[in-house]
């Protein structure tokens, strides 16, 4: 496969640090050591589905393509605005994607890579040939805003890259889940509550993060992934230019480049100004670093995801 349009999308409001110091026992200088996080984008108008489909239709309108010449459409999403039908199928009808087949996927921060990984295998089948991978997220409805550790970590926004069967540049894939730390980050769905066992009216229940656990894992997992990935693809990590990482947490991403061995600024990031946006974190820093001029042909570029399940991901491409 090969990737051949980027797209993004944010929401307009823009909630720095300062602003949540003002509304919760928090503060700026906190936030920024421990994450590297200064700002965020938070949907009050948008919507999953509106930020996903205004990041295809950039990716759809960089590759040169319309929607009809689409045959897939998978979407990594965890906050979608409907249990069904998907947020693919959402999009699918507002870019006129008719000839798809189009489903959700759901691997936590993981699920952009989980996505890719997914369209390799169907472009496999040699019956697909021109996919729309898509991570979104509006993970502030999914937030307890009483929960200061977790709510000022996250942020909303989708990205989404058009890739195609045609070349083969991804080089290799990693894909690993551990279900067994999986409640280190949770989200729970409704519980049974039904004429035969009613448990009254229920509220929605948000997100729960054990983050020490999980920077544990973060930290031991990531440069094992992108290793293995590298030595499937018989590249030595000196010869990657970048390495786009799950923008969870700066501290993380300079854990693994300091046991990779590397230079912090072969690590873009973008966590910034957006926070952690799930799924959509790492095509959200694809198409800055692409936009900005970033990458030639021929580079060789590492992403790696991980998450909730707990799930990761890491693959190597050649541009
Ligand atoms: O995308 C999925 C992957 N997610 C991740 O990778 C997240 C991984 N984990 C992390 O990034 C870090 O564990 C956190 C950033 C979540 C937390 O950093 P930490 O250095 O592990 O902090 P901590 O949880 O140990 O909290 C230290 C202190 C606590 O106070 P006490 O008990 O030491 O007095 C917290 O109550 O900081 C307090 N605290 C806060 N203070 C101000 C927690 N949240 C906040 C806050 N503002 N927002």
Known sequence: ??????GSALPSKVVSNDDLAQVMDTSDEWIRSRTGICSRHIAVEETTTGLAVEA??????EAGISGEDI??????TVSSDYLFPTLACEVQAAIGAKNATAFDISAGCSGFLFALATADGYFATGRFQKALIIGAEV???MMD????STCVLFGDGAGAAVVSAEEDHLLSMVQGSDGAGGMALMCENRPVNNLYRQLGPQTYSFTKMNGSEVYKFAVRTVPQAISEALEKAQISVDQ????LLHQANLRIIESVAKRLRQPIDKFPTNLEECGNVSAASV?????KVRGEGMIEKGDK??????????TWGACVLEW
Do not use: E
């Not at 805003?145 to 200061?148: K, T």
């Open 1 to 6: 496969m090969k990737i051949i349009g980027t």
């Open 283 to 287: 095509p959200i820093l694809l198409d």
């Open 139 to 141: 993970l502030s409805k």
């Open 145 to 148: 805003w009483d929960d200061r």
């Open 71 to 76: 045959d897939l459409i998978i979407a990594a």
């Open 240 to 243: 990657v230019k970048y390495f």
């Open 301 to 310: 570029i590492v992403m790696a995801g991980f998450g909730a399940g707990l």
């Open 56 to 61: 295809s239709k950039k990716a759809l309108d």
